[in-house]
């Protein structure tokens, strides 16, 4: 008999779970709610925190956003931004908010961790990055797994927080190399990470890549992190992630040494993801040719999205004083810099010139359409309704799924899912 996802588990903090990790999509793309039935349901669910101000706008009816804006409205006309700052206070208070909010309601016997994308500098990288973190840990988060650039001091700043040892911490890692850095450093505080998840080159948005990505390959990389974990007695759970799109691709990494793995692009388009219904149709209808890895991060990191995105044809004003979610600590962002070079050399004429995008506009209006490698195929994973469109499938169909299927099948939705 074939062997399925539920026959493993993952065995962490003195727990047994069903070895099933959602990743931590931003923004609010995973939300609460789908980070609540993977915890219902056994597994580990993640929220993501990035740009948690404006997030909890939306979701908890703060100010933040007009707050920033305000304090800084001044400045909106001026290319300078290098006083434009996050007050660490808010920083803190919203995510202490969205936190302590989403655990309040966690039930079941999974996990709820938050993705932090460290990438997200705000103008003072050190200070908002422990902001965060602190923060997370103060309203209960379940565990923290650091993502986006993977700032090597991180574990660092948290070592005078009191849940420091008890939480769960882990890394998002994309090489031996950047594993073994990391654990250099977190020697220096005594604490290696509880688990490593070790992304491939078909993951969705930032790539930890070149774009010569195509010649790397997950399951090498898997093989690597956790042979050097064995080789170093380091009993690290290895959690793989990208391009995993069927239980028996999942069953094949458990049976090759992994912890559990880590999916994300079959619940983009369930009912509990944050995306818009009218882009969870647009990832149905992608072929593959409508896929592609680009350089328009102003982060510098290749980023995976769908070429036909709103984000690659509008070039719009800086919101910087709004948002800044990745000014570095000089104010600096090379769409900021690409942007107001455009308008001295020719104005709105030259702003299709620009080779990158302003992310935090974009991804706050869900513009960017970031995606895997396989989301080609989710037209395969769901029925379509008479007027064309596809059905959505809740988080749980999905994630069942994953724990029960056996031989490459996917489980399609009855004729019309209630």
């Not at 074939?2 to 931590?24: Q, T, W």
């Not at 923290?144 to 008890?166: K, V």
């Not at 992994?258 to 994300?264: I, N």
């Not at 994953?402 to 019309?416: K, W």
Request: glycine share 8%; aromatic share 8%; proline share 5%.
């Amino acid at each position: 008999m074939s062997k399925k996802l539920d026959d493993f588990r993952l065995r962490v903090a003195g727990k047994e779970l069903v070895p099933l990790v959602i990743g931590g999509m931003g923004v609010n793309i995973s939300t609460t709610q789908l980070a609540l039935e993977a915890a219902r349901l056994g597994g580990v669910g993640h929220i993501s925190d990035a740009m948690m101000p404006a997030v909890a706008d939306d979701v908890h009816g703060t100010r933040f956003v007009s707050e920033k804006l305000k304090r800084h409205r001044r400045n909106v006309k001026q290319p300078d931004k290098s006083g434009v700052l996050f007050q660490l206070a808010q920083v803190a208070e919203a995510t202490r908010l969205y936190v302590t909010k989403t655990m309040e309601r966690k039930q079941g016997p999974g996990l709820i961790f938050l993705n932090c994308m460290e990438k997200l500098s705000m103008g003072n990288p050190k200070d908002t990055l422990q902001a965060r973190l602190k923060a997370a840990l103060d309203a209960g988060i379940d565990g923290i797994t650091l993502s986006a650039g993977l700032h090597l001091a991180s574990f660092a700043l948290l070592a005078d927080h009191p849940r420091f040892r008890d939480a769960l911490l882990g890394i998002i890692v994309s090489s031996v190399r950047a594993l073994k850095l990391f654990l250099k450093r977190a020697a220096r505080v005594n604490r290696p990470p509880d688990y490593v998840v070790v992304e491939g080159p078909l993951a969705g948005g930032h790539l930890g890549f070149g774009l010569d990505w195509k010649k790397f390959d997950l399951k090498a990389i898997f093989q690597e992190v956790v042979q050097y974990l064995k080789k170093e007695g380091l009993p690290i759970p290895v959690i793989p992630a990208g391009g995993i799109f069927t239980g028996t691709d999942a069953v094949e990494y458990m049976e090759a040494g992994a912890g559990a793995v880590q999916v994300a692009t079959r619940f983009t388009v369930t009912r509990e993801s944050g995306l818009p219904e009218d882009v969870k149709q647009r990832y149905f209808e992608a072929e593959e040719q409508d896929i592609e890895v680009n350089m328009l991060s102003p982060t510098g990191y290749p980023m995976r999205m769908l070429k036909n995105c709103p984000a690659v044809s509008r070039r719009v004003r800086p919101a910087c004083e709004a948002y800044g979610y990745l000014l570095d600590g000089t104010g600096r962002c090379s769409y900021l810099e690409t942007y107001y070079q455009a308008a001295q050399n020719g104005g709105a004429d030259k702003l299709h010139e620009i080779q990158k995008v302003c992310l935090c506009t974009h991804m706050r209006r869900y513009q960017c359409w970031t995606c895997g490698h396989y989301t080609y195929r989710l037209k395969e994973t769901t029925r379509r309704n008479p007027d064309g469109t596809y059905q959505i499938l809740s988080a749980e169909h999905v994630f069942k799924d994953y724990q029960f299927s056996t031989d490459h099948e996917i489980a399609l939705p009855e004729d019309r899912e209630p």
